[in-house]
């Protein structure tokens, strides 16, 4: 059975720094491209980038809004994808979820809350 | 960046009817389009992909159609569990971008 299970959300003040966690079982990681999305209370889905499978590169695609703050990357051997977070602001606050996939997204994990606050 | 824009914005509707979700996209996404539902509380959850494959495990009264910019998602007769927020996605062009949903609702 496929899993995801995001980690490492929490309280954080403006300009630091977060590294989230998706651990995965069930499936062949190293397969997949793996996207990261996040979700503000009573918002839609915000699509924040996605990284491909090492077979096409590895390469990573982010959108604007967290270009240059946010990275992404992965552990094929651990099965797990980060997301790194640098320079955070109060708008990035959101439940953050990582999910299989990128045309379409077939798994998602359960998220895991950030909240940028002084 | 593409727009996506889902009509109605809410419907209230009764177990068993048949209800239907449009979602419009600001320029062609060819037939790059997917739908998802999510519960409260819950993470999205894929309904359709593609346009019109419905993803293992959904049920059959689901259903998608559309290419280029309209789309739509219809329920044939709703069920109890399937009161819930309703997402478009287009997948054409980055960013990945989501209509504002549609909450559907019992009357």
């Known amino acids: 059975e496929v899993h995801l299970v995001e980690s490492g959300g929490g309280l954080v003040k403006p300009g630091r720094s977060l590294r989230l966690s998706c651990t995965t079982s069930g499936f062949t990681f190293g397969d997949y491209p793996m996207t990261w999305f996040r979700q503000a209370p009573g918002e839609r889905p915000d699509w924040v980038g996605f990284?491909?499978?090492?077979?096409?590169?590895?390469?990573?695609d982010y959108a604007a809004s967290v270009k240059g703050r946010f990275s992404i990357s992965r552990d094929d051997s651990k099965s797990i994808a980060y997301l790194q977070m640098n320079s955070l602001r109060t708008e990035d606050t959101a439940i953050y979820y990582c999910?299989?996939?990128?045309?379409?997204?077939?798994?998602w994990g359960q998220g895991t809350l950030v909240t940028v606050s002084s | 960046d593409i727009q996506m824009a889902q009509s109605p914005s809410s419907l209230s509707a009764s177990v068993g009817d048949r209800v239907t979700i449009t979602c419009r996209a600001s320029q062609n996404v060819d037939i790059h389009l997917n739908w998802y539902q999510q519960k409260p509380g819950k993470a999205p959850e894929l309904l359709i992909y593609a346009a019109s494959s419905l993803q293992s495990g959904v049920p059959s009264r689901f259903s998608g159609s559309g290419s280029g910019t309209d789309f739509t998602v219809t329920i044939s007769s709703l069920q109890p569990e399937d009161f819930a927020t309703y997402y478009c996605q287009q997948s054409h062009s980055s960013p990945h971008t989501f209509g504002q949903g549609t909450k559907l609702e019992i009357k």
């Open positions: 990284i491909r499978s090492n077979t096409y590169g590895g390469t990573t």
């Open positions: 999910a299989r996939g990128t045309t379409h997204v077939d798994f």
